[in-house]
């Protein structure tokens, strides 16, 4: 699959997103960083690899709104994301940890795959840098959004 093939099957719209859409993603992934510290503390593993990987899916969606589309498919939103940021390898290495993560958890959810504490560990300590990561991406380009010119905006 590509991200044109994504469009096409209306896996990925175009769509207006509000300020607060953005928000609720980053919120949630938040969310979910705290809840897969709480299970990781109690040994369920898994589940706190699962929600590692929730919470870097909401931070990705968050991109993927700022830009003006929707997603309907994990694949389609880190396919579209690879596209969009390929020029930046910060934001390309989570990309790329969060398609290797989408793998993992679909091994845990639907076959029931073992997870280790250490990899517990390593995807709540992913989830957070890229959360982290894409809290400076979206601040970045909101303040040239901000700051760009406003062609007729002016009295006449």
């Known amino acids: 699959m590509n991200v044109r093939e994504c469009f096409d099957k209306g896996l990925l719209i175009k769509a207006r997103v ?60 880190v396919l579209y ?18 398609d290797s993560y989408r793998i993992g958890r679909h091994e845990v959810v639907y076959r029931g795959g073992y997870v280790s504490k250490e990899e517990g560990i390593r995807a709540i300590k992913d989830a957070e840098d890229f959360l982290k990561l894409t809290r400076n991406v979206l601040s970045v380009r909101r303040k040239l959004k901000s700051s760009a010119p406003r062609y007729g905006a002016g009295k006449r």
């Open 18 to 77: 509000s300020e607060e859409t953005i928000k609720s993603a980053l919120n949630l992934a938040t969310h979910h960083i705290g809840r897969a510290r709480g299970n990781l503390r109690i040994g369920y593993f898994d589940v706190a690899f699962t929600l590692a990987y929730q919470s870097m899916l909401h931070a990705a969606r968050a991109l993927v709104f700022n830009e003006g589309v929707k997603g309907r498919s994990h694949l389609c939103v």
């Open 81 to 98: 994301l690879k596209e969009r940021y390929r020029q930046d390898p910060q934001v390309t290495k989570y990309l790329n940890i969060l």
